[in-house]
């Protein structure tokens, strides 16, 4: 039966909690006591951890001046920053001064109607507004590209007229072919017309006199003259033609050729050879990477059995380049020859010594094979027989063991390498134009040679050099179109213009000509043809850059300007002209600009198209992904390869203008062909691919088809006015921006520089568009005149043409503008100001835990503490003592850090500041020596008080832990021992309580037992 507990005695009225509590609070003095000394602990313990945060803290605030890029850390100024910005985005750049002239800025490509009135009345126009991003014709050859890739020297010439006038023509910041061209045509000192005739420059005379011949010569003892083909050029005719300086190099790359087409490579094979004597090759030209193999070369002796091949036992390239000589050696006979290995600054040459008319090859084999120490590196084949004899002329040279790394930008050097190491019957190299590749079949057979396109490769009909006959050798074609020009093949959207007849034109003064042109293989060739023709006309790029223009100078009014043909021609050049304008624009000769070799980040203005994914659907609702990060090679083709891998019923192609790539829909289902982005990117939109199928004529076919292209079209019709026509421009939301200004139309490109160049045009209606800006690179020459290297931008800033700096050009300037970089004293100068700072907050927090108030009696928490004690005797003592073996500064004092009688630190800026002006080195040493150095010994120092090995202040801080933790160990066992306690009294009171209730009970019964009487 259990029993009601009160916190007072019901019987006894004893107050049974208070007075336990009272016998417990006694009982509990020793772990109270126990409790309020680890408290104390604690307490300790907090400011132990404090101190040890603060000495970390020294310690990092000290590594700064102790690292030694801290000492490189530089500023830049601009002396004139109004024509040049300059931001540093480094801690330290190069402390060479700079020069740096700003040739040009960039500019936008921006195009603008007539006055259309206005900006909301309709105007009755239909027809379509195209905008695009390739296709010109017009193309300048880079400076840096001519002469075999020497490039051209950036200076001044001078011409000289047929007037006797004279120009200095300034070229320092030429950088293309059509630079060179305007500079000298906009020049007001002379009358002469610079032009192209495919790889030569031609000069004009227009003055109509003959009081001095036309001249070019050098200015300031220069190469420019020299390096554009003109040097040399005095002449009493009106016109002259520079020497060629357009041919193809090593350096080369393949992507370039063709007009930017590149060279079609298949999967596996990509050209099939059969050489005269019967041999066959499959030529596989991969990723142009080679295994490292056994280098050899062979001698170039005429007769072929007095030919020897050097070969190196070991594969590998430490021998490619080896040259094996052939010196007469008196001393030695016919069948004792030697040979050595001789090895110097000029590099290693293989040497045998022979008897002039009477060593054979087969003597020279046997010669090096008897060799032991050189027949270990070497072996030598004797060519034929082996019976003819040697000359000192022949010679070698060992190469191809040197392993090569995979090709991402492959050039013509790696094209001819591959199709040498083929066979050594075949000999690959440029052709004596230097514009295209020449093989020769050195097997001496009799049969034919015969060269062709593997399967699924187009190399061979690309290079020009597919090839059926008994000659020795085949020329390939040109496969770079001139100077100023593309071939007629990258016309027609890369499908070419096939070989042209001859138009017939006729003035307006009513003279005429016929003009052949089937000799031509360049638009630059069809125009040159034109302008010689007789007439008094002038043929030139129209105003896009996208076809042929003729503008008539005769004057006359007798007739139309007309240009006609009795086949295509005409039509195929956009050159069906009937008018009575003296300019006729002609129409767009769609010029190839994207094909399978283009790099997808070549797209989109430049931009890119990302490396995201897309959603193809075709027509039966099967659906698969595309991802551009997954592909193995990131170009057009590529691309089209792996969409055409889907299971699914599409098929990717490069489209018929040459301008993108087009899906066609195979799958014949009742739905529509859809691609669509995913994960909110934009690959596809970029690709012109987005969206959904429409019925098109593809290949005389009437297909459902996505046709994409680097382009966009508008359908203008008669309601549109100029606002609805730049609304509809705007909401294509790619490469171009457009606005309704005062009833005329805006185009602005959305990219700046040359990468945002357009092409616009109308079909249907004319509004008088017209180029308002061209697009045009920022240009600066970095350097001094003469050596200066050119960088290009689209939007005036320059990120690399100055490691470390960031360059924004405002305007242009006649003279440079000096990029000065001097060091950064300040950031040394703060690093020790927050050391200083640093140690301040040290030595307050001491000063505080180890404080004694006279006044109360009381201390800090680390009073007497004998670790603070250490750390303010070390410390100081490294602060105040002298430094050795860390340079010529000995101490802190010397660069005005001192401690005060507070133990505080004080720093006189300016000591450090003369001291780095005058003597940096000093200062960096003495800050940074490695163990001896200021920032090596206040790390020694403060790893030995707070680090994280047997430190002071760790050790007392584990000791701290253990009594803390020992406290607490017995403090629970005095509570477990308490709580019984507690319990015990509270039963023995209860217990009295229950004892007291029975006997008064037992009272109570007593008393009512009533006496008997008797």
Known sequence: MGTIQSSVGLITGIPIQDTVEQLMGISARPRDLLSSRTAALQQEQVAITELTALAVGLDLASAAFGRETLYETTSVASSNSEALSVTQTADSVNLQNQQVRVVQLAQTNSFGSRDLGSSTESLGYSGQLKIETGGFIDSSAALEDLNGGRGVERGQIRITDRSGNSAMIDLSGATTIDDVLASINESTDIDVRASTSGDKIVLTDKTGKTLSNLSVSEVGGGSTASDLGLRGINTASDSASGRDIYSLSAATSLSSLRDGRGVGFGGEDDIAITLRDGTELSIDFGDFSREATNASGTTTAADPNARLTIETVAAGGDYDGLEVLFVNDVGVAAGSETVELLEGTYGKQLVFHIDEGNTTAANIADALAGNEELSALFTATAGGDGSAAVSTADFAVVDGGAAIDPQSNPTIEDLLRVLNEADPKLQASLSASGDAIELTDLSEGTGTLTIADAEGSTAASDLGLVFEGEADSTTGIALQSGLQSVSLSTLAGGAGLGTLGTISITAH??????????????????????????????????????????????????????????????????????????????????????????????????????????????????????????????????????????????????????????????????????????????????????????????????????????????????????????????????????????????????????????????????????????????????????????????????????????????????????????????????????????????????????????????????????????????????????????????????????????????????????????????????????TTGVAARIKETVDKLAGVGNSVLLNKNNSLQQRIETNNDRIASYNVRLESEEARLYKQYYAMEEAISKLQTNQSFIGNIAPITM
């Not at 630059?524 to 043809?529: C, F, G, K, P, S």
């Not at 690959?683 to 382009?711: H, M, N, P, W, Y």
């Open 509 to 930: 003064d009513g003279s005429t000509a016929d003009v052949d042109l089937s000799a031509a293989n360049s638009v630059a060739d069809v125009i040159t043809a034109i302008n010689e023709s007789g007439l008094d006309i002038e043929a030139d790029y129209n105003d896009q850059g996208t076809g042929i223009a003729i503008r008539d100078l005769t004057g006359g009014t007798t007739s139309n300007l007309k240009v006609s043909s009795l086949d295509e021609t005409a039509a195929k050049l956009g050159l069906e002209i009937d008018t009575t304008d003296t300019y006729a624009n002609g129409n767009n000769l769609r010029a190839q600009y994207v094909s399978r070799n283009t790099a997808l980040s070549e797209l989109n203005q430049g931009n890119g198209v990302g490396t995201g994914s897309f959603t193809i659907q075709d027509s039966t609702g099967q659906a698969s992904i595309v991802s551009l990060g997954a592909l193995e090679s990131q170009t057009v083709g590529a691309l089209i390869d792996q969409i055409n891998s889907l299971s699914i019923g599409v098929e990717a192609s490069l489209n018929a203008d040459g301008n993108g790539i087009q899906i066609v829909d195979t799958s014949d289902g009742e739905g529509t062909l859809q691609i669509t982005d995913r994960n909110g990117r934009t690959s596809a939109a970029s690709l012109g691919i987005a969206g959904t199928a429409e019925s098109r004529v593809i290949d005389g076919k009437v297909t459902s088809a996505i046709v994409g292209s680097q382009g966009i079209s508008v359908n203008v019709n008669a309601s549109d006015t100029v606002a609805t026509i730049a609304a509809k421009i705007q909401d294509a939301g790619q490469y171009a921006s457009a606005s309704a200004a005062g009833g005329r139309l805006e185009i602005l490109s959305k990219r700046g520089g040359t990468d945002g160049r357009l092409a616009v045009s109308t079909t249907g209606f004319d509004i008088g568009l017209r180029q308002t800006a061209s697009a045009q690179d920022a240009v600066i020459e970095v350097g001094e005149s003469g050596t200066a290297t050119l960088f290009h931008s689209s939007d005036n800033v320059f990120s690399d043409a100055i490691s470390g700096l960031s360059l924004t050009a405002k305007k242009v300037t006649d003279s440079a503008v000096d990029v000065d970089v001097t060091k950064n004293n300040s950031a040394v100068v703060s690093s020790v100001t927050n050391f200083v700072s640093a140690y301040n907050r040290l030595v307050d927090r001491m000063d505080a835990l180890t404080a004694f108030d006279e006044a109360t009696q009381s201390v800090g928490l680390l009073f007497g503490s004998g670790e603070v004690l250490r750390m303010q005797s070390q410390l100081g003592n490294l602060f105040t003592g002298r430094i050795n073996a860390a340079g010529d500064i000995k101490s802190l004092g010397e660069i005005g850090v001192r401690l005060s009688d507070s133990g505080k630190m004080t720093f006189d800026t300016s000591k450090l500041t003369a001291k780095l002006e005058t003597d940096p080195d000093s200062v960096k040493e003495f800050f940074t020596t490695e």
